[in-house]
């Protein structure tokens, strides 16, 4: 029983760290991108391997990498990210005839942009693929294995709202959550998940 508790305490050390990493990383703004590819990409090592506590020196190896190749892209999908926004606070603060209509085709590109965006952290930590490629295969996942892409935005959007509830969550609920995300991903789409993904 103690050997249980304190290996449960173990990984929520690991998941604690791992959060405040990414946190630390996310800071300057403009490397959110590569920053939550770096967590993707060492809660991938995790699920198929046993828990790295050497994450410091692990992060910021990975993060070097991530941001070299993915920091343009990153900036890129910031953008369209804030004109979402933009586009919210235009439709709620302004009246015209047509407003319910842009608002469900606004929700519409959320949930797409949003599920394009956890698809391709966990295509892009799952497969040596060119840039074009992931972003290409994150939008045919996302339209087409639309209960995965459900499910994944569901995760992510419960624990904003449970992170809301209760603050003090957010210094271990972003690692949780990619962990739960990418799980999610691989174990509903096993056959091709998996398919390539030694070749990583």
Not at 10 to 34: Q, Y
Not at 55 to 62: G, I, P, Q, V
Not at 183 to 199: L, P, V
């Amino acid at each position: 029983m103690r050997d249980k508790i304190q290996r449960i305490l173990e990984i929520l050390t690991a998941f604690f760290f791992l959060n405040m990493l990414w946190i630390i990383f996310c800071l300057p703004i403009i490397t959110i991108f590569p920053s939550t590819m770096t967590m993707f990409s060492i809660v991938r090592r995790w699920k198929q391997n046993e828990i790295d506590y050497d994450l410091a020196k692990l992060f910021f190896s990975e993060f070097k990498e991530n941001a070299r190749k993915y920091f343009l892209l990153g900036v890129v999908w910031l953008i369209f990210g804030i004109l979402l926004i933009i586009d919210y606070f235009f439709i709620i603060t302004i009246q015209f005839e047509a407003r319910n209509l842009l608002f469900g085709l606004l929700f519409l590109g959320t949930f797409i942009y949003l599920g394009m965006s956890l698809f391709i952290f966990g295509i892009a930590v799952n497969f040596d693929l060119p840039k074009k490629a992931i972003i290409k295969n994150a939008f045919l996942y996302t339209i087409g294995k639309l209960g995965t892409t459900v499910l994944t935005v569901m995760i992510l959007v419960s624990m904003v709202i449970i992170c809301y509830i209760v603050p003090y969550l957010l210094w271990i609920i972003g690692s949780i959550t990619a962990f739960f995300i990418y799980t999610t991903m691989s174990n509903m789409n096993r056959a091709t998940w998996e398919k390539d993904s030694s070749q990583k």
